[in-house]
């Protein structure tokens, strides 16, 4: 698990989930614009739990998760964490 911190929300993601096969077909096809795919692949990251405060977060005044502020979490929690990883090989 990498600890980041993505919008002032600070995050455990599962860096292991991504050595998942299913996860990399959920991953592809979001990143083809099938925004389906982005439920599967945030749980995966994130669990369910965790996934719930970061919605919470998320959260317009009008009670909204809009597709394109997850979809935004999720791209700069994939920066963040790759970032994380990448100083953690070099320790």
Known sequence: MLEIEV???????????????????????FKKGDVTHMVPFALGIFGEEQLDNIKSQLRSDD???????????????ME????????ESKN
């Open 7 to 29: 919008e002032g929300i600070p995050c455990l993601f599962d860096d292991a989930a991504l050595n998942d096969f299913e996860m990399l077909e959920h991953l592809a096809n």
């Open 63 to 77: 009670g909204v998760v809009k597709i394109t502020d997850m979809g935004r979490f999720i791209g700069e929690a």
């Open 80 to 87: 963040k964490a790759s970032e994380a990883k990448k100083a």
